[in-house]
């Protein structure tokens, strides 16, 4: 079973428009971190949230831990063609590791203009 | 901003050949990690490395793969003999701290494909 499910797969979204993406683990998370990733290549660091309830902004972006639900969330706001990517989660689910850290598949978003 | 960087950037080798790929992290950064993403498919953990030594590593990570700090700026991954299913890209990555504490920041790749 997957460990970590992102939604949706893909979105097309049109310039100015907002759009949310969900991490949803079936395990207890101990730490959620959002990466960027362009095709090809390497992984962006955008947010790490550690504790239930948090929620972090950069810029557009702003990303939210639900312990409860072991979800996060990344929203981001009046969507520009530089937040074209692949969005993945990476969540640390490990009991008595620490760095191994489980991605999930990877939203892709497209922007239009 | 200091970056992770990753050499080379593409890698073409034959089956059976040894390869080493070469990453120099971020130089305050104490932890270091490789993992790998086969194309289409999930980005995946292969090894952590913390004071000299193997922290974890993945059921990926057999006795073909190693790892070494040969000095104190370069961290390595070598593939003794590469088989097709090798062909991936390989990411470096180094914390700071374990990665609870401190994010990893990932190197742009190094694209290994093995004819």
């Known amino acids: 079973s997957q460990e970590l499910e992102q939604s949706p797969q893909s979105l097309i979204v049109q310039e100015g428009k907002n759009l949310t993406i969900n991490c949803t683990s079936s395990k207890t998370l101990y730490g959620l971190y959002w990466y960027k990733q362009k095709y090809g290549e390497g992984l962006i660091f955008l947010m790490m949230l550690q504790k239930g309830g948090e929620e972090k902004s950069h810029e557009k972006i702003t990303a939210k831990l639900d312990e409860k639900k072991q979800q996060s969330s990344l929203h981001i706001t009046a969507s520009q063609p530089s937040h074209a990517g692949i969005y993945l989660c990476?969540?640390?689910?490990?009991?008595?590791?620490?760095?191994?850290?489980?991605f999930g598949a990877g939203t892709q978003v497209v922007v239009t203009p | 901003e200091p970056e992770v960087t990753q050499t080379p950037s593409h890698q073409v080798t034959q089956m059976g050949q040894e390869v080493i790929l070469r990453c120099v992290p971020i130089s305050n950064h104490l932890y270091f990690y490789w993992y790998r993403q086969i194309l289409g498919q999930k980005v995946e953990f292969l090894v952590s490395?913390?004071?000299?030594?193997?922290?974890?590593k993945s059921e990926i990570f057999d006795d073909q793969f190693s790892v070494e700090r040969p000095d104190g700026s370069n961290f390595t991954l070598k593939i003794r003999s590469t088989k097709l299913e090798d062909s991936a890209m390989y990411f470096c990555a180094s914390s700071g701290q374990g990665a609870r504490n401190s994010p990893l920041h990932f190197g742009n790749g190094t694209r290994l494909t093995v004819t």
């Open positions: 490395f913390y004071n000299n030594e193997i922290s974890e």
């Open positions: 990476g969540a640390d689910i490990a009991t008595d590791s620490w760095g191994k850290l489980q």
